[in-house]
C-alpha cells in the first residue's frame, strides 16, 4: 500500500478497505526515533479507531516522551491480564501434568475444600490468615491426616505454578496439622476367624477374595485395583506389582494360599483380576468390604481392607520367625521407618522364645539333680 505524507511530521497514512462497511479508510503511522533506532508504529484506523492526523501526531508526542506504550504492548498487557494464575487455574493446568494415579482423590479434595474458599485467588494474594481459616475449619469435621492432605495439594499446585514460571508463589510457609499415621490395627484370634467364616459365606465373591488377598499378601487396596491377569506369574511364583507406591518396580512371592485363591476366582473378558464397572479398573470397593466387616462383628474403627494389610504384618512379625527387612520387602515399604512399628511384636515373639528356651533347660536341669543321703554306719 502507497504510503501518503501528512501535514504533521513523522504522521502518514495508506489506504485500504473499510472493515465493516463499504468504501476505503485511512490506517495512520507514526515514524520516530528512540535509542538511536528509527521505528514505525501502526496508530490505528480513521473509522474503527477514530483516529486523526492530529491525534496520531499527539500519540507520536506521548512515544517519543515515554508516556504511553505501543499498540503491542498495550495487547501484550491486556493479554497478561486476562491470564491471571488463579488457584483454580493453576489446578486446570496442574491435572494435565499429572499421571491417573492419586488424581481422583486429589479432584475431589480440590473440588470440595480448596476451591469454595481459595480458587479465584492468585497464590501471591493468599494470606496465611487464609490458611489458617481453612485448616480450622476442616478440622472440626476431618481427620489431621486429611485436613493435612488438602494443605499438601494446594502447596503443590502453588509449587508447579513456581515451577513453570506461571506466576509468583506463596510468601510464607504453610502450616501443617501434627499427624499420627502410626495406628496399628490389629485382630483377636477370634475376630479373625468369624471374618474368615463370613469371608467363606459372603455372596460377594469379588470382594470377599479381594479382602483374602490383602490378609495373603499384604497388597495395598490400589494395587490390587490395578492387578492383572498377567502381572501374576504363576510358573515362577511371583505377583508383579503395578504403580508401587514406593515408585520402583515391585513384585512379591505367589504363596500357596494366594496361588489357590487365584486360581479358583471368577475369571472374565477384562484384563484385571478384580475389575469395576464394564471390566475398567475398579475404584472403589467400600461398600462391599464394609458389609463384610459388619457382619464379622469387627470393630467400627477397623479398616477393612488397610486394617487387614496391618494383621498380615503383625502376625509375619508376631511370629518371630521374620526379620524386619524381609518384612520391609513383603510390605514394599520404600523406607524401613514404616516397617519398625511392628518391631515390638517381632521383640514379644523373641522374647516369649528366649523365656520357652529357658524353661526347658530348667526342666532339664532339675531333671538331672542328684538326692543325696546321710551315711548313718559311721
Same mark, same amino acid.
Given at each position: 500500500?502507497?504510503?501518503?505524507?501528512?501535514?504533521?511530521?513523522?504522521?502518514?497514512?495508506?489506504?485500504?478497505?473499510?472493515?465493516?462497511?463499504?468504501?476505503?479508510?485511512?490506517?495512520?503511522?507514526?515514524?520516530?526515533?528512540?535509542?538511536?533506532?528509527?521505528?514505525?508504529?501502526?496508530?490505528?484506523?480513521?473509522?474503527?479507531?477514530?483516529?486523526?492526523?492530529?491525534?496520531?501526531?499527539?500519540?507520536?508526542?506521548?512515544?517519543?516522551?515515554?508516556?504511553?506504550?505501543?499498540?503491542?504492548? !498495550?495487547?501484550? *498487557?491486556?493479554?497478561? =491480564?486476562?491470564?491471571?494464575? $488463579?488457584?483454580? &487455574?493453576?489446578? +486446570?493446568?496442574? %491435572?494435565?501434568?499429572?499421571?491417573?494415579?492419586?488424581?481422583?482423590?486429589?479432584?475431589?479434595?480440590?473440588?470440595?475444600?480448596?476451591?469454595?474458599?481459595?480458587?479465584?485467588?492468585?497464590?501471591?494474594?493468599?494470606?496465611?490468615?487464609?490458611?489458617?481459616?481453612?485448616?480450622?475449619?476442616?478440622?472440626?469435621?476431618?481427620?489431621?491426616?486429611?485436613?493435612?492432605?488438602?494443605?499438601?495439594?494446594?502447596?503443590?499446585?502453588?509449587?508447579?505454578?513456581?515451577?513453570?514460571?506461571?506466576?509468583?508463589?506463596?510468601?510464607?510457609?504453610?502450616?501443617?496439622?501434627?499427624?499420627?499415621?502410626?495406628?496399628?490395627?490389629?485382630?483377636?484370634?477370634?475376630?479373625?476367624?468369624?471374618?474368615?467364616?463370613?469371608?467363606?459365606?459372603?455372596?460377594? !465373591?469379588?470382594? *470377599?477374595?479381594?479382602? =483374602?488377598?490383602?490378609?495373603? $499378601?499384604?497388597? &495395598?487396596?490400589? +494395587?490390587?485395583? %490395578?492387578?492383572?491377569?498377567?502381572?501374576?506369574?504363576?510358573?515362577?511364583?511371583?505377583?508383579?506389582?503395578?504403580?508401587?507406591?514406593?515408585?520402583?518396580?515391585?513384585?512379591?512371592?505367589?504363596?500357596?494360599?494366594?496361588?489357590?485363591?487365584?486360581?479358583?476366582?471368577?475369571?472374565?473378558?477384562?484384563?484385571?483380576?478384580?475389575?469395576?464397572?464394564?471390566?475398567?479398573?475398579?475404584?472403589?470397593?467400600?461398600?462391599?468390604?464394609?458389609?463384610?466387616?459388619?457382619?464379622?462383628?469387627?470393630?467400627?474403627?477397623?479398616?477393612?481392607?488397610?486394617?487387614?494389610?496391618?494383621?498380615?504384618?503383625?502376625?509375619?512379625?508376631?511370629?518371630?520367625?521374620?526379620?524386619?527387612?524381609?518384612?520391609?520387602?513383603?510390605?514394599?515399604?520404600?523406607?524401613?521407618?514404616?516397617?519398625?512399628?511392628?518391631?515390638?511384636?517381632?521383640?514379644?515373639?523373641?522374647?516369649?522364645?528366649?523365656?520357652?528356651?529357658?524353661?526347658?533347660?530348667?526342666?532339664?536341669?532339675?531333671?538331672?539333680?542328684?538326692?543325696?543321703?546321710?551315711?548313718?554306719?559311721?
Amino acid at each position: 500500500m502507497k504510503r501518503v505524507k501528512t501535514k504533521y511530521p513523522g504522521v502518514f497514512y495508506r489506504e485500504a478497505k473499510r472493515i465493516g462497511g463499504n468504501g476505503i479508510e485511512k490506517i495512520f503511522y507514526i515514524i520516530f526515533k528512540r535509542d538511536g533506532k528509527n521505528l514505525e508504529e501502526k496508530v490505528g484506523r480513521q473509522f474503527m479507531d477514530d483516529i486523526t492526523p492530529a491525534k496520531a501526531a499527539g500519540i507520536r508526542a506521548e512515544r517519543i516522551e515515554g508516556k504511553r506504550s505501543s499498540r503491542k504492548e !498495550i495487547r501484550e *498487557a491486556l493479554k497478561a =491480564k486476562k491470564e491471571v494464575w $488463579t488457584i483454580t &487455574r493453576l489446578w +486446570e493446568e496442574y %491435572k494435565k501434568n499429572r499421571t491417573p494415579k492419586g488424581i481422583v482423590t486429589d479432584l475431589n479434595r480440590f473440588e470440595k475444600h480448596i476451591k469454595p474458599v481459595l480458587g479465584k485467588k492468585e497464590p501471591k494474594n493468599v494470606l496465611p490468615l487464609d490458611i489458617d481459616r481453612l485448616r480450622i475449619s476442616l478440622l472440626k469435621t476431618r481427620a489431621p491426616g486429611t485436613v493435612k492432605n488438602v494443605l499438601e495439594l494446594l502447596r503443590r499446585i502453588t509449587n508447579f505454578g513456581v515451577k513453570k514460571k506461571l506466576c509468583p508463589g506463596l510468601d510464607f510457609t504453610i502450616e501443617m496439622p501434627k499427624v499420627n499415621n502410626l495406628k496399628t490395627e490389629d485382630l483377636t484370634e477370634r475376630q479373625l476367624n468369624k471374618l474368615l467364616e463370613t469371608l467363606d459365606q459372603s455372596m460377594d !465373591i469379588q470382594a *470377599a477374595n479381594l479382602m =483374602k488377598m490383602v490378609l495373603f $499378601t499384604g497388597m &495395598r487396596r490400589s +494395587e490390587l485395583f %490395578k492387578l492383572k491377569w498377567k502381572d501374576i506369574d504363576f510358573e515362577r511364583g511371583f505377583i508383579n506389582i503395578r504403580d508401587p507406591k514406593s515408585g520402583q518396580s515391585e513384585k512379591i512371592p505367589l504363596n500357596n494360599a494366594t496361588g489357590e485363591l487365584l486360581e479358583s476366582h471368577p475369571k472374565s473378558d477384562s484384563a484385571f483380576v478384580f475389575p469395576g464397572r464394564d471390566g475398567k479398573q475398579r475404584v472403589d470397593i467400600k461398600k462391599a468390604v464394609n458389609k463384610i466387616k459388619k457382619d464379622a462383628g469387627l470393630p467400627k474403627d477397623f479398616r477393612p481392607l488397610h486394617g487387614l494389610r496391618h494383621v498380615y504384618a503383625s502376625m509375619l512379625a508376631s511370629s518371630g520367625q521374620v526379620d524386619m527387612y524381609v518384612l520391609q520387602r513383603l510390605l514394599t515399604h520404600k523406607s524401613p521407618l514404616m516397617t519398625q512399628r511392628y518391631s515390638h511384636l517381632r521383640d514379644s515373639a523373641l522374647k516369649q522364645a528366649s523365656n520357652l528356651a529357658g524353661q526347658i533347660i530348667e526342666k532339664a536341669t532339675n531333671s538331672k539333680k542328684v538326692v543325696k543321703f546321710e551315711d548313718h554306719s559311721k
